[in-house]
């Protein structure tokens, strides 16, 4: 367990070190500045189109930090050929990985804090209130959610040789299930056979993202999610998360290093 | 003879200045709407800023249901002619079905599961929303939340300024709701900057200075003006039947309670013929007609 933890924290001071979270943190703070200066009408009050565009912005930098930190992660360590002596120490290819994993997702869970304490300084600068549940299990949702594209960031990282193939992959992957994943079933119905069948295994299979998009819920200020229901999901997604670690394992413990 | 180098650059900038000039007008003549051409949106997005203008304004639709939408997935008959269109007068209402259950039927668990991470109950601002009157949340000065579609109005204003229903929804909005009479009068006024004597836009004002302004003569001037701008009144086509219906309906209401009788009884017989119910309009004549020789 000290292994992982090790490995993790050397990933997240690298986080700290690198500047894509900073540059991705100042865009998202100066987009949303800009945008909260217009004025619509001479009204003060005008606040929901830039809490949607804050966290549309929040989720771009977040995707953008958890693929493209997990994305890299092995192949560097591959290209510096610094995994050698790393796995000629007492650390066994799963407790690699797990720290690696561990690391980033940790790693995406500072940078959302950040993120969202941000938003909701945006958001009560203009309504006046804070409603920290409801936040809290947006924030929550949105870690979970990167927990499971971290895993499949990892899945990929093995599978494909290139991180930029991986992470265009991964970003093409995520993008299309928060945006057509629910409605497959709804697709799947204007098929013919076998074309229906596939797709409604699709829809079936796939880690539906969606679930922990709860953006909507935080711009109109409806009121917190079901505790159960947040717990569900968040068991929903750890779920789909160990599939791939273990898939990830099952494959790298077989993975030969040198090619 | 050797010529000195800097004679040719002066030469050199001569010929571009009259090239520039004889480019200039063939560019002219080339585009046939040159001021169209100007605008930065228009030369990048060509006619697809309309497509952009449509989502802007279904958008604001999406907003005044705070996110309880079809997406193009469900079923949308309810949702045919935006809310925030038919509530202002608009656009006439093509809506059919249920807009409360478009959702349908759950289909299986990730469907059932899925509607609780997002709105799945049919409200509208400044009345039932999260957040607005009647949820002890209240975040406005007793006005609602209707302001929230304005930003999403505006923007596809911008994007397609000759799409009248945005200026007429967003006038609307902010003189019924906001009390914001000066701002609705302004956006109208651009409106009309970018669709000189629209019938619409000229109703639309119209009613500013008859209901806000209480300005009957100012009223009667531009409604009669958008009457002359509509043309043809036999010719219903499209939604001119009910905005023709609309100028009259409300210019029969001007000179019934500015005393002129006979005006609004011809008003009011032009209405009969493009009305759907010719039958309440012909009360209203009846009533007029006692009021103009009363029964002995």
């Known amino acids: 367990m000290n292994n992982i933890f090790a490995i993790a924290s050397v990933v997240i001071r690298e986080m700290i070190r690198r500047k894509d979270f900073y540059v991705l943190f100042i865009l998202t703070a100066l987009i949303t500045l800009v945008m909260g200066s217009v004025n619509f009408f001479n009204d003060g009050k005008i606040v929901r189109y830039l809490k949607e565009i804050c966290l549309l912005l929040i989720w771009i930098s977040s995707l953008v930090v958890a693929i493209g930190t997990m994305a890299r992660q092995l192949p560097s360590e591959r290209e510096n050929r610094t995994i050698f002596p790393l796995l000629a120490k007492p650390v066994s290819r799963t407790e690699l990985l797990l720290g690696k994993f561990l690391g980033c ?12 304490l941000f938003f909701g300084c945006v958001a009560m600068s203009r309504e006046k209130t804070w409603p920290l549940i409801n936040y809290f299990q947006a924030a929550w949702l949105h870690w979970m959610m990167l927990g499971v594209v971290v895993a499949l960031a990892m899945l990929g990282s093995i599978v494909f040789s290139a991180a930029s193939a991986n992470a265009t992959i991964c970003f093409v992957l995520v993008v299309g299930i928060l945006l ?31 679930f922990f998009d709860v953006r909507d819920l935080i711009i109109h200020n409806w009121p917190p999610i079901r505790w159960l229901v947040c717990l569900k999901a968040s068991a929903y997604g750890m779920l789909y998360a160990t599939v791939f670690l273990a898939s990830s394992c099952f494959l790298f413990r077989r993975k030969a290093l040198n090619t | 003879m050797k010529r000195p180098l800097y004679l040719i650059v002066p030469l050199l900038l001569m010929l571009a200045v009259c090239f520039a000039t004889d480019l200039q007008r ?16 228009s030369l990048l997005l060509g006619d697809a800023r309309k497509m952009f203008a449509n989502h802007f304004f279904i958008k604001a639709d999406a907003y005044f249901h705070s996110g309880f939408y079809p997406t193009i997935y469900d079923n949308r008959e309810a949702f045919k002619t935006p809310h925030t269109a038919e509530d202002s007068g608009a656009m006439k209402g093509q809506n059919t079905g249920d807009e409360e259950h478009f959702p349908g039927k759950k289909r299986d668990w990730i469907d059932g599961f899925g509607r609780q991470f997002f709105p799945s109950v049919h409200t509208h601002l400044g009345q039932d929303a999260p957040g ?9 000065d007793g ?6 579609i304005l930003p999403w109005l505006k923007t596809a204003a911008s994007f397609d300024p000759e799409r009248i ?6 006038a609307y909005w902010l003189r019924s709701e906001l009390k914001k009479i000066d701002e609705a009068e302004g956006f109208l006024r651009d409106g009309l900057r970018a669709n000189p004597g629209h019938p619409q836009l000229l109703f639309e004002l119209g009613r500013i200075y008859f209901e806000d302004r209480h300005g009957t003569n100012h009223a009667r001037n531009v409604w009669e003006l958008a009457l002359r701008n509509v043309g043809d009144l ?6 001119r039947r009910f905005l023709i219906g609309q100028l009259l309906g409300q210019l029969a209401k001007l000179e019934e309670g500015a005393g002129d009788y006979p005006r609004a009884m011809t008003y009011l017989a032009s209405l009969k013929q493009v009305s759907p119910s010719p039958e309440s309009v012909q009360k209203w004549m009846n009533d007029l007609q006692a009021k103009i020789s009363p029964p002995n």
């Not at chain 1, 056979?193 to 699709?202: D, G, L, M, V």
Request: glycine share 8%; aromatic share 10%.
């Open chain 1, 105 to 116: 997702w940790l790693a995406c869970g500072i940078a959302l804090i950040g993120f969202y």
């Open chain 2, 132 to 140: 607005g009157k009647t949820n002890g949340v209240e975040l406005a």
């Open chain 1, 180 to 210: 057509l994943g629910r409605h497959l079933n709804k697709v799947s119905l204007q098929m013919s056979e076998p074309a229906r069948t596939i797709t409604q295994s699709i829809y079936f299979a796939i880690p539906h993202l969606e």
């Open chain 2, 143 to 148: 006005s609602g939340d209707v302001r929230e």
């Open chain 2, 26 to 41: 063939w560019f002219s003549s080339v585009n046939e709407n040159s001021k169209r051409s100007q605008d930065p949106l």
């Open chain 2, 165 to 170: 229903e945005t200026y007429s929804v967003t």
């Open chain 2, 234 to 239: 036999t010719d219903w086509s499209g939604e």
